[in-house]
Structure formats: C-alpha cells, structure tokens
C-alpha cells in the first residue's frame, strides 16, 4: 500500500508498505477519505510534536475490509471514521473524567499511524459508524467538528449573543454554524474576502476585514486562526464580561502581548480548547443531519500520490479543506 510517512521534520515520504494485519481489538480500513489540518503542516514542520517515523493523518474515514479478534461492534463493510485520541485511562487526568488532558495521550495519525494512507488499522473503541446517507468526506470531517464542538462548550454561547469568530478557514466556518446553532448571532472577521460569501450562505449576519470589527461588542469571542494579530485582538474586541475562546492552534513558541488590566476590568474569561472529550458521537449526528454542512468547506481532493501538491495548497492559504483520497 501507499503510504505517506513523516520521518522527521521536513521529511514526509510517500512509500509502498506491506498492508499491516489487524490485532485483537483492531479492524483494518481501506482509507476512503483523509483531511489536511493545520496540525499536519505544524508537524511537518516540528511546530507540534509527533512520534516519528509515523503515518500522519488524523481526520479520516473508511470502510471496514478485516476484523481482528476479538471485534464485536464492526462487521465487515462498515463505513466508520476515527476517533484519533486514545487516553492511558491510568494517570490523573484519566481518573478524574478529564480524559482528553491525559498525561499519556497518544493519537493516530501524530503517534501511532494514522489516514495517508491507502489502508489503515483502527482500534475498535476508536471507530464511530457513519449514518447511510454520510460520504466519507464527510466522514472525514467529524474529527474536526467533534473539536469544534468542544470550543463550542467552552465558548458558553447563550441565545441572542453576539458572537465574533477571528477567521474564516475551515475551522471558523464549523464554529460559525455551531454558532448559530445555539443561538449566536454571527459576526465572521476574515481577510479574504472571497470567503464571505460562503460565511453568509452558513448563517453568518455579518462579515467584516479584520481592520474593520467593532472593538468591546462581542459577547462571546472565537479566535479560529492561531496566529498572534488574532489572538491579540480577541481582548479588544469583547465586550465586558464576555467569554472568548483561543481555539485556533498557534505554533509552538508563538508570544502574544496582552494587557492584563484590559482583562482585569472587562471582567473577560479566557479559555483554550483542547481535541474532542465525549463529542465525536455528537459530532457524527450534527453532520449527519445538516445542522453542520462540511461538503461547501472542501476546496481541492487530491490522490494520495500528489500529497505534495496537496499540502502546498493547503499552506497557499487560498483553499479550504483540501481532501486527500487514498483510494
Ligand atoms: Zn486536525
Ligand atoms: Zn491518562
């Protein structure tokens, strides 16, 4: 099989690899679908940490084609997509229901090999079942909103908020519509403006250049881009007493300047968001019934084989999701 695999920094080889065999617990996938994220490029280029040689990749769907013993909720043909995160259930965090912030985390596709490839081993605890009428783009897409929705959580939105999301990529345009789901009203700041569009056909009220958002009128504020101007910029534009959201993931060693008295008086609640605790299943169900459309966020599918190509795409800046199809 084909496989992309990130040797060290720099350095991701496609090369041809025995198919692996399912283990007790496991399931073997042929990968039909697999996202490019924003983690992946931060890999690539040891801007976040991975367990090298490794199959990176960790937004995938596909279907089901062996079983290894002991599977006893996946038969054969199943059309599932992939919880990436596996906890040590030991450590502290495992103990105290804060699963998700395990000392011991290890995740397909950053630790462990993962979806850029052609097939795929996936540990059954870690297989969601897609619904009949779900692709496996779409199936790829629920590692991400399952995220999303954590941000969601701890954004707090009540209905009638005003809410301001900082980008507009894929990422920002998920959050919007769970956004708007529970009731925000949305403003999107984003500088291409060829993303507004789409923004307003997803529920977004308003859209507006970064330059041009209202400074302390935002209830609730997402920070959807990781990088310094935008998280700097979410303490200017909340309102007193709002709650805002670092959710975008900046590069290792990334320094913002922030002013903790503007903090200190306008009351503001800062908090990160940190991968998908207890959402994936919520995330499998909002897509599924169109409450988040994912197909309109796909800008460019790519074989597996023009990986390359795909990721230089993807760091353009231009695209949205771009799509790798091993298969
Ligand atoms: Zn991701
Ligand atoms: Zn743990």
Redesign the pocket.
Known sequence: MLVARFMAIDDLRLVHEDIPEPGPGEVLIKVKAAGICGTDAHIIKGESASTPPVIIGHEYAGEVVELGEKVTTLSLGDRISVDPNI?????????TGK?H?????TALGVDLDGGFAEYALVPEVQAHLLPPNMDFTAGAFIEPVACCIRGLEQANIRPGDEVAILGGGPIGLILLQLAVAAGGRVTLSEPVQQKWALAKELGALRTVLPEEIQLDAFDVVIEAAGVRATVEQSIKVARRGASIVWFGVSPQGLQAAIEPHEVFRKELRISGSFINPHTHARAVKLVGTGVVRVEPLISHRFPLKDIEEALKVHASGGASKVMIMPN
């Open positions: 906890f040590c259930q030991t450590c502290y965090y495992c103990h699963e912030l395990c000392l011991h985390l």
